[in-house]
């Protein structure tokens, strides 16, 4: 038995406002829905991640989910809540975002087109390509009325004494398009319902608006909240810029990272919208977690989840055993295993100094490494005194005064950790 959609999202959080009558319909049949995902980058971040999460409900409540990579509308900016316009994008740079974007959809969506409800992905690109301005207006335009268009409050917002910048005419003929998107969804999909974020309400009903002035049809719009962290800092964003589903701008490690950093009044949130557990098996996990919330149950469950989903459960593996050298009991081996990415990933903000490769030919004895030669402890009496305390470790071994650095000790053929106690690290990088 498939789940009730709108119940479903509901008791996960994911439910800002929608249409009267709308749960009504999705269960009296099998429907369609899209999701507009702005195509500006070749990769989602995870700010994109509920739409997709709602797509996926919809899906596994036996509907059709339908991805809208809005090539046209990603061309000219949306008003909802931003400032500045956006860039142009040529058709190549769209068309290698778009097939990167699907990737990373179908680990959680399923495409196989063998299904009734296979998700399907499309571009309003390939339908506002070829629409001429008078065409537009002509078949569009003149069922909206400019009263309509202004009384939105994406665009009061914008036009209000306060407001530092206009709005451009290409901004307020924005809810136009993405309404348009709706009534050729609703030709060409049958698609009766649009979802997106709280902000999207104004140029979602535009869009059932046109469906029911020009087509004299029934649309309907969902919208889920705009996820906030409990200490008021912005969802999905860190000092160095988007968490992104993509390795190579994020990495695994960085990933799982964000997630095992949560508050726990976040994860408790985050667990029900970015995982698919039931109900009481989350129930469960909050249970237990509040009766030992030190051991951070809740949080290493939600990252586990969501890294072996976005990443693979290889990607895991390595982002906990990278987690492990930082923070647990590791080994050299552990820190031989790490690639070059993660290495520094993890040692991001470790303190390092770049020595000529030529200092290994007899050795780079423990003294000038930890004082001389780079600066890590003040003075060679204070590096003889921490060695003979058993203080230092290179590579996480201790070593003592007549240990000398070789070349078989570099990481990655490149790097030696340094430790004093456990706290104070410095990295040496050697380089021809």
């Known amino acids: 038995m498939k789940k009730d959609f709108i119940e479903e999202v509901t008791w996960r959080g994911m439910i800002h406002d929608f249409m009267p009558g709308t749960q009504e319909h999705l ?15 070749d990769s989602l971040h995870i700010g994109h991640l509920v739409g997709v999460m709602l797509l996926r409900h919809f899906q596994l409540a036996g509907h059709k989910p339908v991805a809208l990579i809005g090539g046209a509308t990603g061309m000219i900016g949306d008003p909802s809540g931003k400032s500045e316009e956006r860039n142009l994008l040529d058709e190549s740079t769209l068309r290698h975002n778009q097939d990167a974007i699907k990737l990373q959809l179908s680990k959680f969506l399923e495409f196989d087109k063998n299904q009734d409800n296979a998700a399907v992905l499309v571009n309003n690109y390939d339908w506002m390509k070829d629409f001429s301005f008078l065409d537009f207006i002509r078949d569009v335009g003149k069922h909206i009325t400019v009263n309509y268009m202004m009384a939105k409050d994406s665009v009061k917002k914008r036009l209000s004494k306060d407001a530092k910048e206009g709005m451009s005419f290409t901004e307020f003929t924005y809810q136009l398009v993405q309404g348009y998107d709706f009534l050729h969804l609703y030709r060409s999909q049958n698609c009766t319902l649009q979802m997106g974020g709280s902000d999207q ?10 469906i029911r002035r020009i087509d004299q049809g029934k649309g309907f719009a969902l919208t889920c909240p705009l996820i906030t962290k409990a200490d008021g800092t912005k969802f999905g964003k860190t000092a160095t810029g988007n968490i992104w589903l993509d390795p190579k701008k994020t990495s695994p490690y960085k990933f799982f990272q964000y997630w095992i950093n949560t508050s726990d009044e976040d994860a408790e949130k985050f667990i029900k919208i970015f995982t698919f557990l039931s109900k009481s098996e989350i129930e469960e996990l909050v249970k237990t977690h509040q009766e030992a919330p030190h051991q951070r149950l809740l949080q290493n469950k939600l990252a586990d989840i969501i890294t072996e989903t976005v990443h693979s459960a290889d990607a895991l593996e390595n982002a906990k055993k990278a987690s492990n ?21 993890v040692f991001e903000g470790v303190p390092m100094k770049i020595l000529p490769n030529s200092i290994l030919e007899n050795g780079l004895d423990m003294i000038a490494a930890l004082s001389a030669e780079t600066g890590f402890l003040d003075s060679n009496g204070e590096a003889r005194r921490a060695l003979k305390q058993n203080a230092v470790a290179v590579n996480k071994s201790k070593v003592d005064e007549n240990f000398k650095i070789e070349s078989k000790n570099l990481i990655n053929n490149k790097y030696v950790l340094i430790n004093k106690g456990k706290k104070n690290m410095y990295l040496i990088k050697f380089e021809s």
């Not at 269960?27 to 995902?37: D, M, P, Q, T």
């Not at 309400?201 to 046109?210: F, H, L, P, Q, Y």
Request: net charge negative; glycine share 10%.
């Open 201 to 210: 309400w104004g140029n979602i009903t535009t869009g059932t608006e046109m």
């Open 27 to 41: 269960n009296e049949s099998s429907r369609a829905a899209y999701v507009g995902i702005d195509p500006t980058a």
């Open 325 to 345: 050298v930082l923070f647990g009991k590791s080994t050299g081996e552990d820190l031989a295993e790490l690639d070059e990415d993660t290495f520094l990933d």
